[in-house]
């Protein structure tokens, strides 16, 4: 199979993700000014969520140029796995923002985020083992110190969370502030 068509089908499902999410936006009733601030909780949760979604938009676009053998069956599969688990990200963020950043709902947020990066861990070396150890994608990615830091930040919130939501929410902005200027080390390959 093409990459190209693994590529739409990714975009137009992390499409539907952000509409989804802009959806559980309720107007409020009220014409006043200070009715917008009991969607505060909500738009805040949003934003972090759209903010992870165009990071793994962004990253997913990048990680996919740099495959030049096509895609495989595990790599097929593994990039479904890493969309079911996006596409929770609207459900997680919904609960988190009707509740008020309430500990449950932070934690379970802490923990689709959490599977979304091992998922895109577990994609990213599947492809690096589909096109090898001097790949552009294998040089670029190198030791991941920056993937591998956000999963012991995720953690560190969900762990956190237990004790004070604040706390495993900072944790979450934290990663999403690492990420939130596109990954170059793809791109620096290509202009060599």
């Given at each position: 199979m093409t990459k190209s068509r693994l590529e739409a089908f990714s975009d137009g499902v992390l499409a539907i993700i952000i509409t989804i999410m802009i959806l559980e936006i309720k107007p409020p009733e009220s014409t006043e000014w200070h009715s917008l601030l009991e969607l505060l909780p909500k738009f805040l949760s949003y934003i972090l969520s759209f903010a992870y979604v165009g990071i793994y938009w962004n990253n997913h676009h990048?990680?996919?140029?740099?495959?030049k053998k096509g895609v495989k069956g595990n790599i097929l599969w593994s990039n479904l796995t890493l969309l079911f688990w996006l596409s929770l990200i609207p459900?997680?963020?919904?609960?988190?923002?009707?509740?008020?950043f309430e500990k449950n709902p932070v934690i379970l947020y802490?923990?689709?985020?959490?599977?979304?990066a091992i998922s895109y861990w577990i994609l990213a070396n599947l492809i690096i083992?589909?096109?090898?150890?001097?790949?552009?994608?294998?040089?670029?990615?190198?030791?991941?110190?920056?993937?591998?830091?956000?999963?012991?930040?995720?953690?560190?919130?969900?762990?956190?969370?237990?004790?004070?939501?604040?706390i495993g929410i900072l944790f979450y902005a934290i990663v999403a502030f690492m990420w939130l200027i596109p990954d170059k080390r793809i791109e620096k390959l290509y202009k060599e």
């Open positions: 990048h990680m996919f140029q740099a495959v459900v997680a963020t919904a609960w988190m923002g009707e509740h008020n802490g923990f689709v985020l959490l599977m979304n083992k589909n096109e090898g150890k001097e790949s552009h994608l294998a040089k670029a990615i190198g030791n991941d110190i920056k993937g591998k830091l956000s999963m012991v930040f995720y953690i560190l919130g969900i762990i956190f969370s237990f004790f004070h939501a604040t």
